[in-house]
């Protein structure tokens, strides 16, 4: 017997440009009040997610914080925090929050946190978060971390990949379906073509290449400049030109760099 399926008719819904440019009005961003704003044109719009990438303790984490308490201290909405890296600390959290005069406790109370231990976990949090949390943010901090550790090797790249992709996907969905704002964060690798002539963000590329490039829409690159200035780069937007912005870190989290 053949498999073969009777193909469902698809409904294709053609519109204009002008009207999609009418629809888009009506989008809303996150303004993280932050120099990350200035990359983004004001802020994350809903249904997006932004990648910010850049090598260890350059501060990913530390805007995954900034905006997890931006969003449940001050906009008194729930944020979905998953924490491949377990490195979160609610202590962090609370500093942030009493820096900017929120309370800290209200704001812990918004975050919903999951620490997955193995890339399994990590692919099912998504599609358990449970129904009556109703996130404005989620945050995947050290999106690819569990993947690297668990598929080593060349043999096992295809699949790692293969796998990157599904969760992207799934968190694509989500936050598209939903209307709400994403974050990821990325580790880098040297890049084996690298030439000391590149600039930082082609020596240092993000893991999971491709499979990121086609979920993400905005992506900002860290790196660390002079006493502890750290400077976000946008690379490769469809939409924005390329622009850097300096940033510091803080008792606030991530803020300007103060003019001297
Ligand atoms: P990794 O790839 O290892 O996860 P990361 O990019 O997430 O690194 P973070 O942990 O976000 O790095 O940033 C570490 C940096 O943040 C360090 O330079 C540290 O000095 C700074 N930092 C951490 N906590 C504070 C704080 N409470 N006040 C000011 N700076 C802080
Ligand atoms: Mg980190």
Redo the contacts with the bound molecule.
Sequence with gaps: MSKKKKKEKVEINWKTAYDLWQERKNIKRLETKTPIDELIGGGIEEGEVVEFY????????????TLATRVAGELGEDVVFIDC?S?FKPE?II?IAKARGLDPEKTLQKIHLIQPISADEQMEAIDQIPKNIKPKLIVV??VTTLFRAEYIGRENLAERQGLLRQFLKKLLTYVRTNKIYGVV?N?VYGNPESSPFLPLELRELAVGGHSLYHAIDNRIF?RKAQH?TRIARLVDSSRYPPAERPFV???KGIESKQEE
């Design positions: 850049g090598e260890f303790g350059v501060g990913k984490s530390q805007i995954s914080f890296e490195t962090r500093e901090d050290g964060t580790q860290i502890g870190i803080t008792e």
